[in-house]
C-alpha cells in the first residue's frame, strides 16, 4: 500500500499539547495540512512519514483538554492519543530536559478534606484522601480512591524502542500528576513525590487519560521535565520542542507497529 493511500484509509492518532510552545512545531513537521478550528481549539490534519495524524492544541487545564479530547475522539476517530508536553519535577533524580513516559497518570486537585472547625485553619498537607471522580460504584457518596490510569502497553513499547534516540536526557517511566494547580511549595511536593510517587506535575494528563478511558482509545502521556523546583532547575523554553521532536518519532514508531 503506496504512502497516499495509506494516509486516506488508516485512522489518525492524535498527538496533543496544551500551548503553542507544545504544539505547533510538531504541526509545522506535518504533511498536506488541514486547520480545523472547533469551538475554542485547534486541529492541525496532516500526515508524517505517510501516516495520518492530527496536532491538536488542547490549550491548559483539565477542563480545556477533556473537551478537546471528547471533541477529537468524537470527529476524528483516532487509532490512539498521545498527550505531550512539559512538566514541573517532582522526582529529585530528574533533571530539565529529562523525560518520562507516563505509565500512569493521575489526578492530583481532587481530594476530600478534613472537617476542621472555624478557626482552625487550612493544611494541604493534610489532604490525604484522594477523591475518585471516576467511580467504578457511582451510588458512593464518597469514592475514595487514587484513580491511575494506566499507558497503553502498544503505546509504551514504541517509546522504548525509540528512546535511545534522544539525546538531551534520561527517559524513564514514572506517574504523571495532574490538577489545575500550579505547585510551588515544596512540601508539597514532596508530599505529592512520598504518597502517591509522582515524577512529575502538570494540567492535562490525567484529564486525557479519563475520556479516553471512557471511549476506549489507546492513550499515554509523555512530558519532558521544564523547570524542576527540588533540585533548583531554571525553565528552559528548549524543552518544549525536545519532546515534541521525541514524540513524532514515538507516534511514527507506534503507527509502523500498527500499519506493516
Same mark, same amino acid.
Not at 472547533?38 to 483538554?65: A, H, L
Given at each position: 500500500? /503506496?504512502?497516499?493511500? %495509506? ?11 496544551? %500551548?503553542? &510552545? @507544545? ?10 495540512? %488541514? ?9 492541525? *490534519?496532516?500526515?508524517? #512519514? ?24 468524537? *470527529? ?8 505531550? !508536553? ?8 530528574? /533533571? ?5 513516559? !507516563?505509565?500512569?497518570?493521575? /489526578?492530583? +486537585? ?18 490525604? @484522601? ?5 467511580? @467504578? ?9 487514587? *484513580? *491511575? ?22 527517559? &524513564? ?36 487519560? #479519563? ?20 533540585? #533548583?532547575?531554571? =525553565?528552559? &523554553? +528548549?524543552?518544549? @520542542? ?5 514524540? %513524532? #518519532? ?8 500498527? =500499519?506493516?
Amino acid at each position: 500500500m /503506496n504512502h497516499h493511500k %495509506l494516509e486516506q484509509q488508516l485512522a489518525p492518532i492524535i498527538i496533543q499539547g496544551a %500551548l503553542p &510552545v @507544545e504544539s505547533e512545531r510538531m504541526a509545522s513537521k506535518l504533511n498536506n495540512v %488541514l486547520i480545523e478550528t472547533i469551538g475554542g481549539w485547534t486541529f492541525w *490534519r496532516g500526515s508524517y #512519514q505517510g501516516y495520518p495524524m492530527i496536532i491538536s492544541k488542547t490549550r491548559m487545564g483539565m477542563s480545556n483538554s477533556a473537551a478537546a479530547t471528547a471533541i477529537a475522539i468524537e *470527529r476524528y476517530h483516532p487509532i490512539a492519543i498521545i498527550n505531550q !508536553g512539559t512538566s514541573g519535577g517532582h522526582d529529585p533524580k530528574l /533533571n530539565v530536559y529529562d523525560i518520562v513516559l !507516563g505509565k500512569y497518570s493521575i /489526578n492530583i +486537585g481532587a481530594f476530600k478534606t478534613p472537617s476542621k472547625l472555624v478557626g482552625k485553619g487550612s493544611s494541604t498537607l493534610d489532604w490525604i @484522601e484522594a477523591f475518585d471522580v471516576l467511580p @467504578e460504584d457511582e451510588t458512593d457518596p464518597e469514592p475514595i480512591a487514587i *484513580r *491511575r490510569f494506566e499507558a497503553d502497553p502498544k503505546l509504551m513499547a514504541a517509546a522504548h524502542r525509540i528512546q535511545h534516540f534522544y539525546t538531551k536526557g534520561k527517559v &524513564v517511566e514514572g506517574t504523571i500528576g495532574s490538577a489545575d494547580v500550579w505547585n510551588s511549595e515544596l512540601d508539597r511536593i514532596h508530599f505529592f513525590y512520598n504518597h502517591y510517587g509522582t515524577s512529575v506535575e502538570e494540567m492535562e494528563a490525567a484529564s486525557v487519560a #479519563q475520556i479516553a478511558s471512557q471511549f476506549k482509545v489507546p492513550f499515554m502521556s509523555i512530558r519532558v521535565v521544564s523547570n524542576h523546583m527540588v533540585n #533548583q532547575g531554571g =525553565y528552559d &523554553v +528548549g524543552t518544549g @520542542e525536545a519532546c515534541q521532536d521525541f514524540v %513524532l #518519532q514515538v507516534a511514527e514508531e507506534y503507527m509502523k507497529s500498527q =500499519y506493516q
